[in-house]
C-alpha cells in the first residue's frame, strides 16, 4: 500500500513527577550562596577577632609588661590557633551543627567566651527543632558556670582590663554584676533568635499547608463540578436519544412483523432489513444505557460496552446482513495479550471508519484490512469510493475522524485520513501494547 502525504504522528501520553523539597535542603541558585558564603566569612572574622581579644580571660594566656601593655605568651599564641581552628567550623554550622557546638563547648570550658557555643546552639536548634530544649538547658548551664566562674576566679579579666586598664578590677561588684547581666543578656538575645527562627518555619509551612488545601478544594470543586456536567449529559441522552432510539426498534418491530405476515419475497427482503435494524437500534440502546453510567459515575476509562477487537467480525457481520457491501480482510492474533487500551481502540477505530463509509458512501462497496499481532502491533485500513455530493447521505459532524485520530494518538500511534486516488481513506497503525 502507497502511504500518504500528511500523515500525523501521535503524541504519547506525558508523564507528570511532583518533586517535593526537604525543609533542610534548600535549592541552592542564585544569589543564595554568595549570600551563605559572606555571612559565613563575616561570622568567622567578627568571631575570631573577638576571641582573641579575650585571651586574657584564660590566666596565663597574657602578661602585663613593664609598660602595662598586655603581651601574649606562649601558651596565649597556642590558644590563638585553637581559636582559629574552632571558629573554621561555622562554615559547616548548616550541615553539622553540633561540630560548632562542640567547639564552642571547648572554648567556653578553657574560658575565653561563649559566643561559638551560642552560634553552635543557634544552628543545631535550626537543624534538629526536636532538641531545643536539651539544647536551651545545655547552653544555659554552660554561660551560668562561666558567669560563675567569672565572679569568683582569676578568670574573666579582659573586659575590666580593657575599660580600667587595672587587672584586678575583675573583682569589683559592677564588674561581677555585669558579667552575670551580660550572660542573660546573651542567652535572651540567642533564644530570641531561635524563636524568630521558629516562628518564620511555622508560619512557611503554614503557608505551605494552606496552599495544599487551596490546591485540593480547587481539585474537588472541579471533580464536583465535572461531575454534575456528566449527570446534566446523561440526563440529556437519557431524556432524548432513549426515546428515539425505543421508538426506532418499536416501529423496525412493527415492520418486521409486518413483512413477515406479507410472505412475499420482497416483504422477506423488507423483513431482514427491518430485523437487522431492530438488532442494531437495540444494540445502540445498550451502548447508550452503558455510557449514561459510566457518565454518572465517573469513571472516564471504563468502557461502557464491550468493546473488543473480537467483536470485529459480528460488527462486519451485521453490515452485511444489513445490505452493505463489505469486502473485509481480518487477521487477528493473540487478542487475549492485548491491553485494555488496545483491545478498545481498534474495536472503536474499525466502528467509526465503517460508519463514516456508510454515511458519506452508502451502498458503495467498502474494503476493510485488519492485521493485528503482536510483531507489528495493529494496522486499519478502511477505503470507499468517493460518491457524488448530489447523492444522498446521512448527516455528520466529523467528530468521529478526530476521535479516530485522538485515539491513535493515545496510543502513540498514527493516522491518516482524507480522499486519495478516488477513495477516502482511514489509514490507522497502533503500536503493540502488552496487557499488564
Known amino acids: 500500500m502507497r502511504s500518504a502525504d500528511g500523515r500525523v504522528q501521535g503524541l504519547g501520553s506525558a508523564q507528570y513527577a511532583r518533586a517535593v523539597s526537604s525543609p533542610n535542603i534548600a535549592a541552592r541558585t542564585g544569589p543564595a550562596p554568595i549570600l551563605a558564603t559572606s555571612a559565613s566569612v563575616a561570622l568567622f572574622v567578627v568571631g575570631f577577632v573577638v576571641d582573641v581579644a579575650a585571651l586574657p580571660n584564660v590566666p596565663g594566656a597574657s602578661a602585663l609588661d613593664a609598660s602595662g601593655q598586655i603581651r601574649v605568651t606562649n601558651f596565649g599564641t597556642n590558644l590563638v590557633f585553637l581559636v582559629l581552628g574552632a571558629w573554621i567550623t561555622v562554615f559547616w554550622r548548616r550541615r553539622m551543627p553540633l561540630l560548632v557546638f562542640a567547639a564552642g563547648a571547648v572554648l567556653a570550658a578553657i574560658g575565653i567566651t561563649y559566643l561559638l557555643l551560642l552560634v553552635g546552639a543557634i544552628a543545631s536548634a535550626r537543624r534538629s527543632p526536636g532538641f531545643v530544649r536539651r539544647l536551651a538547658a545545655l547552653t544555659a548551664a554552660a554561660i551560668a558556670l562561666f558567669a560563675v566562674r567569672e565572679a569568683t576566679t582569676a578568670w574573666g579579666g579582659a573586659l575590666p582590663w580593657y575599660f580600667t586598664s587595672r587587672s584586678d578590677a575583675q573583682f569589683e561588684g559592677a564588674w561581677i554584676v555585669t558579667s552575670f547581666v551580660w550572660a542573660v543578656l546573651s542567652f535572651g538575645i540567642a533564644s530570641g533568635l531561635v524563636l524568630l527562627m521558629r516562628t518564620r518555619s511555622r508560619a512557611a509551612q503554614s503557608a505551605v499547608r494552606a496552599e495544599t488545601e487551596h490546591r485540593r478544594a480547587d481539585a474537588l470543586t472541579e471533580q464536583m463540578v465535572r461531575q ?40 422477506g427482503r423488507t423483513g431482514d432489513i427491518a430485523r437487522t435494524v431492530r438488532e442494531q437500534t437495540h444494540a445502540a440502546l445498550q451502548d447508550m444505557r452503558g455510557l449514561i453510567g459510566d457518565l454518572r459515575s465517573g469513571l472516564e476509562a471504563t468502557p461502557a460496552s464491550p468493546a473488543s477487537m473480537r467483536s470485529v467480525g459480528a460488527v462486519l457481520l451485521d453490515l452485511r446482513a444489513g445490505g452493505s457491501d463489505v469486502r473485509p480482510y481480518v487477521v487477528i492474533d493473540s487478542a487475549e495479550r492485548a491491553s485494555a487500551l488496545l483491545d478498545g481502540a481498534v474495536f472503536r477505530i474499525v466502528q467509526e471508519g465503517l460508519t463514516n463509509a456508510i454515511k458519506h458512501a452508502p451502498h458503495a462497496p467498502i474494503d476493510v484490512f485488519v492485521l493485528v499481532e503482536p510483531q507489528s502491533g495493529a494496522r486499519i485500513r478502511i477505503s470507499n469510493p468517493l460518491i457524488s455530493p448530489s447523492a444522498p447521505m446521512v448527516p455528520g459532524g466529523a467528530n468521529g475522524l478526530v476521535g479516530i485520530r485522538e485515539r491513535a494518538a493515545a496510543l502513540g500511534g498514527e493516522a491518516w485520513l482524507g480522499p486519495h486516488d478516488g477513495e477516502f481513506i482511514v489509514d490507522v497503525r497502533l503500536p503493540w501494547h502488552e496487557r499488564g
Not at 234 to 261: K, P, T
Open 228 to 267: 454534575a456536567e456528566r449527570e446534566r449529559i446523561a440526563r440529556d441522552m437519557h431524556d432524548a436519544l432513549a426515546h428515539r432510539l425505543s421508538v426506532v426498534s418499536l416501529h423496525a418491530g412493527a415492520l418486521e412483523a409486518a413483512s413477515s405476515n406479507a410472505g412475499a419475497v420482497d416483504g
